[in-house]
């Protein structure tokens, strides 16, 4: 499909084990401390997609000719606040506690790079949740710690399970990686 060599960019287990199930052949390569942040003023819809490309550009000069690394970020919007991974449990809480009976978007940003060439996409789900108890909340986040997590949560863990009420887009793109849309971009890819 590809006449590259793969490289996602993650530590996620998850994006790895999405990425997996396209059955590629890629190698996961990880570069520490890249700068995250994002212009103020830029429209929340766009930071994942810039953030990905700030990733991808990281890499570009650590490119082999045959090489073509992938580079994701996800982030969560409840109107205008752009939720990110949470610092600590509070914040974990707070940003469930926000999401609680509301309709979110959840962003991912991809960006595929090589030496010559680099396409960025992003794609968007809306995920809505029912009015989460204190006691929910409080049971996920000391049982899951998802600190890892854009908005404080994994819709494939137990939070998912019991408070997502409706998704319309990709389940996997919520998950950290819309990989029916890289599938398509990377059979694209020349």
Not at 15 to 35: C, K, M, N, S, T
Request: hydrophobic residues 40%.
């Amino acid at each position: 499909m590809v006449n590259y060599h793969i490289i996602l960019a993650s530590n996620s287990p998850r994006r790895r084990e999405l990425l997996a199930g396209l059955d590629l052949d890629f190698e996961v390569r990880v570069i520490d401390g890249i700068d995250e942040s994002y212009p103020a003023d830029l429209p929340t819809k766009q930071i994942a997609e810039y953030i990905s490309r700030r990733k991808a550009d990281a890499y570009r000069q650590t490119l082999a000719a045959d090489e073509l690394v992938i580079t994701a970020d996800t982030v969560v919007i409840l109107g205008d606040e752009v939720m990110g991974k949470p610092r600590d449990e509070a914040d974990a809480c707070r940003m469930l506690r926000r999401l609680s009976g509301h309709t979110h978007q959840v962003i991912t940003g991809v960006t595929l790079t090589t030496q010559e060439r680099q396409q960025s996409f992003s794609v968007e789900t809306d995920v809505t949740f029912k009015a989460l108890t204190d006691e929910e909340i409080g049971y996920y986040v000391q049982t899951y710690r998802p600190f890892d997590k854009a908005g404080a949560y994994g819709i494939q863990e137990w939070i998912g399970y019991i408070g997502v009420t409706s998704l319309r887009g990709s389940y996997f793109n919520v998950m950290g990686l819309p990989v029916q849309r890289i599938y398509e971009a990377l059979k694209a890819f020349r």
